[in-house]
C-alpha cells in the first residue's frame, strides 16, 4: 500500500476471533479470504474502560444503515474512532446483535456452539485485555441481510469473492478485535465458515 508499511499481520481462523492495538493514523485492512465470510468487528478505545465504538450512534452519525467509503464510526461518546477509506463488498449489517451463546441454545437447541461474541472475550483474554462487550457492540462486516417490506429482517447468502476486503482508517488509539462468525446454521456465512486476515499498515514518516 502506497505511503505505508506492514505493522502487524494477523489471521482470524475459522470461527475464533483475534486482537489487536492500533494506533490514530493506522490502516486496518480486514480481508476475506476464502470468500462469503463475515466478520463481527468491535472497538474500544485504548485508554478508557468506559468509551467503545457504538454501532447505534455511528447509524445517528450517518443517519444510515448502510455505511460506505468515507463515512465515520463513533463511539458511544460520539467521538470518531474509525473511517471507511475503502471497501470492497459494500454492504454490512449495522443493526443486528452478534451472536452469542444464549442464541445457539435458544434458536438450534445446540448447547456448546461457538459464538462471535465468545470469540472477541476469548481474544481479549489472550491480549490480557478486560473490556465491557456485548453483541450490540458489534458491526458485521459484509454480512449481507435485508429488512423486508413488513420490517422483518431476511438473512441472505453473501456474494463476495476470496479477497474481498474493507479498509478503515484509525481516528482513535484504539483495541480491535474480530471474530471470523461461526454462523453454520443459517446462509450467513455460505454454509462454510472460513478464516479471516487483519493487516494493520503504519503511514511512512
Not at 493506522?26 to 474500544?44: F, P, R
Request: net charge negative; proline share 4%; with cysteine.
Amino acid at each position: 500500500m502506497d505511503g505505508y508499511k506492514i505493522k502487524n499481520e494477523l489471521i482470524v481462523p475459522a470461527s475464533k476471533g483475534n486482537a489487536a492495538v492500533v494506533e490514530k493514523g493506522d490502516l486496518i485492512e480486514i480481508i476475506d479470504l476464502e470468500g462469503k465470510q463475515v466478520g463481527d468487528l468491535m472497538a474500544w478505545v485504548i485508554d478508557s474502560k468506559e468509551e467503545w465504538f457504538s454501532p447505534a450512534h455511528s447509524i445517528t452519525q450517518n443517519w444510515s444503515i448502510k455505511l460506505n467509503p468515507g463515512d465515520l464510526l463513533v463511539t458511544n461518546l460520539r467521538r470518531e474512532i474509525l473511517k471507511i477509506v475503502s471497501d470492497d463488498v459494500g454492504y454490512h449489517d449495522i443493526v443486528v446483535p452478534c451472536c452469542d451463546k444464549e442464541a445457539y441454545i435458544r434458536r438450534y437447541g445446540l448447547e456448546n456452539h461457538r459464538s462471535c461474541l465468545g470469540n472477541i472475550s476469548d481474544a481479549l483474554s489472550e491480549l490480557g485485555e478486560e473490556r465491557h462487550i456485548s453483541g450490540e457492540l458489534a458491526w458485521n462486516v459484509f454480512m449481507k441481510n435485508k429488512i423486508g417490506n413488513n420490517g422483518e429482517m431476511i438473512y441472505e447468502e453473501p456474494t463476495h469473492n476470496p479477497g474481498a476486503k474493507i479498509i478503515l482508517e484509525v481516528l482513535i488509539d484504539s483495541l480491535i478485535a474480530l471474530s471470523a462468525c461461526p454462523q453454520d446454521q443459517t446462509p450467513t456465512n455460505g454454509w462454510n465458515c472460513s478464516e479471516m486476515k487483519i493487516i494493520v499498515w503504519n503511514k511512512i514518516d
